[in-house]
């Protein structure tokens, strides 16, 4: 069985089609850090800039986790925007283009672990 899952804020989406709309509605609105929580405990983050998003996946909170990476990207990049006010900045080995971001939380929705084609680096 698939997890569902909730936005930290509390918002639960009406389908697993409605939360990428969600997030995709929030990150147009300037609000570029979201995390969501599953029925099993999981926790699933998107910080994005809008071009570049870091995405995590962890198993609990204080697991470190994973996160997607693009290998062999070369530079760095600026406006990752936490909701605290921090300005962070990442290698863009270690982020993923937003469209494919997007693609990596749908998949995880919608199947529970990210997509076969993506390379992620344990962070445990």
């Known amino acids: 069985m698939v997890d569902s899952w909730i936005f930290s804020d509390g918002t639960v989406p009406a389908s697993l089609t409605a939360a990428l709309a969600v997030l995709r509605e929030r990150i147009d609105a300037g609000q570029l850090e979201?995390?969501?929580?599953?029925?099993?405990?999981?926790?699933?983050?998107?910080?994005?800039?809008?071009?570049?998003?870091?995405?995590?996946?962890?198993?609990?909170?204080?697991?470190?986790?994973?996160?997607?990476?693009?290998?062999?990207?070369?530079?760095?990049?600026?406006?990752?925007?936490?909701?605290?006010?921090?300005?962070?900045?990442?290698?863009?080995?270690?982020?993923?283009?937003?469209?494919?971001?997007?693609?990596?939380v749908d998949h995880i929705l919608t199947a529970g672990a990210p997509p076969g084609d993506t390379t992620w680096s344990v962070d445990r």
Do not use: C
């Not at 936490?82 to 997007?102: K, R």
């Open 34 to 104: 979201t995390w969501l929580a599953s029925s099993r405990g999981r926790s699933l983050a998107v910080i994005t800039n809008t071009e570049r998003a870091m995405v995590m996946l962890l198993d609990d909170e204080d697991d470190p986790g994973e996160h997607a990476v693009t290998p062999g990207a070369a530079g760095r990049s600026k406006g990752f925007i936490l909701t605290n006010g921090q300005h962070d900045e990442y290698p863009d080995e270690d982020t993923v283009p937003l469209a494919d971001a997007l693609r990596i």
